[in-house]
């Protein structure tokens, strides 16, 4: 049986504000202290995998994240209760 998290890759590019992005990295690192290795792209495959596909539901969380105020999320950035997960890739050289 092939499972959906091993089906061919697509590669997409989605611009979205700095705190969503922000969020995205709180939510990895949440699942960490859950004990889960995982990844932003696996995590956003997760979330639209599970998501409801009723139009009415659809509507209502859009209209739910479109009323939500800039600092919603501001929250977030005082998460030093989860562990902190190194960004998969090279590591930037800072000059000295």
């Known amino acids: 049986m092939e499972l959906l998290c091993h089906q061919q890759r697509r590669t997409t590019s989605v ?3 700095e705190d969503i992005d922000r969020r995205l990295n709180i939510l990895v690192r949440s699942a960490a202290a859950a004990g889960e290795r995982t990844s932003r792209a696996e995590l956003l495959a ?3 995998a599970v998501a409801e ?3 009415e ?3 209502s969380l859009l209209h739910r994240y479109r009323r939500m105020p800039a600092d919603a999320l501001s929250d977030d950035a005082a998460r030093d209760d989860l562990p902190v997960v190194r960004a998969p890739g090279p590591r930037r050289v800072v000059p000295s």
Do not use: K
């Open 15 to 17: 611009p979205w504000p």
């Open 46 to 48: 997760a979330l639209v």
């Open 53 to 55: 596909t009723e139009p």
């Open 57 to 59: 539901e659809l509507a």
